[in-house]
């Protein structure tokens, strides 16, 4: 049977549509959004790093989440705006794999960066008096570097195995970019050992930081319930409320669309989801942070 295998050079994109204007109108829509996106997000890096008043932990994590943005975006969409115009929508199989480590891996590292931040919040609202003392620049350096260096190593397993498979004649990838359905789909091979892994990974990876991050907020919410005034429960809830909303936004999409057994969802709901995390996300991101925080809102009107 492997004896009709060939080895596949590049894959073809097909994205979201083969009509002409239909995709220079996305193009547009698309490059208006990253571009906004990336200066949203080097906005909130460099009046972080200006503003002395802004480096708490709070917003060193807020640094992080916003230069892994940036690297999200970038991993993707320049890739999706060049083959809206391109005639021949391909991408290179290493370049592929490449792309598709970059995804799982900055996904990953998010997960993790939006658990420590919740773990952030629990401190600050629920010990307060020993916020200084356990959550130091030390502590913090840890739990971002752990962050990164976790999210990296957790991309390796999946891509190894996504590129081991054999993929027959047939390449036509029906998705924006090189995601893990698409490409399980698309294999000739038998897929289910690298299916069950993947769920595995999946499943310890966004259950584990999405029930600390639950667990996180369920304390935080009881100990916001104890506070006598009704304006200093809204203050308090106010230094979290933007996190809850990014967390939501991220865990709902992701776990619906990582966390299954089977990857055979519909390609068009697979890209409008996607489509969600990889774009709307890191563009809401920002402006969910910046417009209801008032230290950052003050520290960006003295830094301009």
Same mark, same amino acid.
């Given at each position: ?41 080097? %906005? ?5 790093? %200006? ?88 502590? /913090? ?20 195995? $996504? ?34 892994? $993947?769920?595995?990974?999946?499943? %310890? ?18 100990? $916001? ?23 939501? $936004? ?7 669309? /990582?966390?299954? %057994?089977? /990857? ?41």
């Amino acid at each position: 049977e492997m004896a009709n295998v060939t080895a596949v050079l590049e894959f073809k994109l097909l994205g979201f549509s083969s009509n002409p204007y239909c995709q220079i109108f996305l193009f547009l829509v698309v490059m208006v959004i990253y571009i906004l996106t990336i200066l949203e997000n080097i %906005l909130i890096i460099l009046v972080v790093t %200006l503003e002395p008043k802004l480096h708490s932990p709070m917003f060193r994590f807020l640094q992080n989440l916003s230069f892994l943005e940036v690297c999200y975006t970038t991993t993707i969409v320049p890739k999706m705006l060049s083959n809206l115009l391109a005639k021949r929508k391909s991408i290179s199989f290493s370049g592929c794999m490449a792309q598709l480590y970059c995804f799982i891996s900055l996904g990953a590292t998010e997960c993790y960066l939006l658990a420590a931040m919740a773990y952030d919040r629990f401190l600050a609202v629920c010990q307060p008096l020993q916020y200084g003392v356990v959550m130091t620049d030390k502590s /913090y350096m840890r739990l971002a570097v752990a962050s990164w260096v976790t999210g990296v190593f957790t991309g390796f397993l999946p891509c190894l195995m $996504i590129s081991r498979l054999h993929y027959c004649s047939y390449n036509v990838i029906d998705h924006f970019f090189c995601d893990v359905s698409p490409l399980l789909k698309l294999s000739c091979s038998d897929t289910t050992v690298t299916e069950a892994v $993947i769920f595995m990974i999946s499943l %310890l990876v966004l259950s584990s930081c999405f029930l600390l991050t639950l667990v996180s907020y369920f304390l935080l919410i009881l100990t $916001i319930l104890k506070i006598p005034s009704a304006s200093g429960k809204r203050v308090t809830f106010s230094t979290c409320s933007s996190h809850l909303m990014v967390v939501t $936004i991220y865990y709902s999409t992701t776990i619906f669309m /990582y966390v299954r %057994l089977t /990857y055979n969802l519909s390609s068009d709901l697979s890209k409008a989801v996607a489509v969600l995390y990889t774009m709307v996300t890191p563009l809401l991101n920002p402006v969910i942070y910046s417009l209801r925080n008032k230290a950052f809102k003050k520290a960006l009107e003295k830094t301009l």
